[in-house]
Nanobody
Framework: QVQLVESGGGLVQAGGSLRLSCLVS????????MYWFRQALGKEREFVAR???????AYGNSVKGRFTISRDNAKNTVYLEMNSLQPEDTAVYYC???????????????WGQGTQVTVSS
């Protein structure tokens, strides 16, 4: 059973920064493509970022240049550094892991429970 636990969410003022973390149980972390998605109230889930390796990263258009995804395979952890946060970034942020070879998927195999990020204006 693979479990993902996010942390680091909270309330921040516009222009501020937050760093989310996602700890993944199990021994296969290094083989997973790791994702961050987000879902704002009343909206569909949105792709934020994904990382296969440090040289294979993709971002959603709305966060390019502001957010940075990274991973530490020794710690079974993926991070999302979020800078220049805006009220429209307010959402529940979900970490996900995928074992397939797909370059991008909206249906990863495993999901965390989510962490709330609220950006005040």
């Amino acid at each position: 059973q693979v479990q993902l636990v996010e942390s680091g969410g909270g309330l921040v003022q516009a222009g501020g920064s937050l760093r989310l973390s996602c700890l993944v149980s199990g021994r296969s972390f290094s083989t997973y493509t790791m994702y961050w998605f987000r879902q704002a109230l009343g909206k569909e889930r949105e792709f934020v970022a994904r990382i296969k390796r440090s040289d294979d990263i993709a971002y959603g258009n709305s966060v390019k240049g502001r957010f940075t995804i990274s991973r530490d395979n020794a710690k079974n952890t993926v991070y999302l550094e979020m800078n220049s946060l805006q009220p429209e970034d307010t959402a529940v942020y979900y970490c996900a892991a995928d074992s397939s070879t797909l370059a991008l998927t909206t249906k990863p195999d495993y999901w965390g429970q989510g962490t709330q990020v609220t950006v005040s204006s």
